[in-house]
């Protein structure tokens, strides 16, 4: 690797040697696609997902609370179900996807500025906590979007939530090649528009 000239402000050498060890480290190389928080029945786990492949613009474009028209800061997870998402993904235009990782966000730190306040009557519990009801379900969580979205002619969307299976996995290579496993809980998190 040839040596730069100082004119580069990206990277300083530490973080060229410091070798990534957590599932967590990996992620924060990538570009954060959301934080918030997800929400199951009366539970919520504070979220945040890097983007893997995909288009950012689907994102920003079906993240958002359509009657406000801000940002989301929770999505909640419909009755989990496991199917045909592929099929979506492989039929829909290349750029009507997003693949992103979702970690357990750290409630302090770097990252945290956009995480909400739960709402009153919602339990807040770790990320691995879905993960493992997912898991035992043999499910994935599916969202639609946008949230408070009247039928109108915006573009339309599901985000579905992977627990680790082989599906999800096949998205974690570059991860699984840097790190060697990956201990730590997760989910891949698949974001499809409607193609019109």
Same mark, same amino acid.
């Given at each position: 690797?040839?040596?730069?000239?100082?004119?580069? *402000?990206?990277?300083?050498?530490? /973080?060229?040697?410091?070798?990534?060890?957590?599932?967590?480290?990996?992620?924060? +190389?990538?570009?954060?696609?959301?934080?918030?928080?997800?929400?199951?029945?009366?539970?919520?786990?504070?979220?945040?997902? /890097?983007?893997?492949?995909?288009?950012?613009?689907?994102?920003?474009?079906?993240?958002?609370? /359509?009657?406000?028209?801000?940002?989301?800061?929770?999505?909640?997870?419909?009755?989990?179900?496991? #199917?045909? =998402? +592929?099929?979506?993904?492989?039929?829909?235009?290349?750029?009507?996807?997003?693949?992103?990782?979702?970690?357990?966000? +750290?409630?302090?730190?770097?990252?945290?500025?956009?995480?909400?306040?739960?709402?009153?009557?919602?339990?807040?519990?770790?990320?691995?906590?879905?993960?493992?009801?997912?898991?035992?379900?043999?499910?994935?969580? =599916?969202?639609?979007?946008?949230?408070?979205?009247?039928?109108?002619? #915006?573009?339309?969307?599901?985000?579905?939530?992977? *627990?680790?299976?082989?599906?999800?996995?096949?998205?974690?290579?570059?991860?699984?090649?840097?790190?060697?496993?990956?201990?730590?809980? /997760?989910?891949?998190?698949?974001? =499809?528009?409607?193609?019109?």
């Amino acid at each position: 690797k040839k040596k730069s000239n100082s004119s580069w *402000p990206l990277e300083e050498p530490k /973080h060229e040697t410091k070798k990534l060890k957590t599932l967590s480290e990996y992620a924060q +190389t990538l570009q954060l696609g959301w934080n918030g928080l997800l929400v199951l029945k009366n539970s919520c786990f504070p979220t945040s997902m /890097h983007i893997l492949e995909g288009d950012q613009g689907v994102i920003s474009g079906l993240l958002k609370d /359509h009657s406000s028209g801000s940002k989301l800061t929770q999505l909640k997870i419909a009755q989990p179900k496991l #199917d045909e =998402v +592929t099929r979506r993904i492989k039929q829909g235009s290349p750029n009507g996807y997003a693949v992103l990782l979702a970690t357990q966000a +750290t409630l302090s730190g770097p990252g945290t500025e956009g995480m909400p306040t739960v709402e009153p009557g919602l339990q807040r519990r770790l990320l691995w906590n879905l993960v493992s009801y997912l898991k035992q379900k043999q499910a994935a969580g =599916v969202i639609s979007l946008p949230v408070g979205r009247s039928k109108g002619r #915006d573009s339309t969307g599901m985000l579905y939530a992977f *627990p680790p299976c082989d599906f999800s996995q096949q998205y974690l290579q570059s991860a699984l090649r840097t790190l060697g496993k990956l201990e730590e809980e /997760h989910m891949v998190i698949v974001i =499809v528009t409607d193609s019109a």
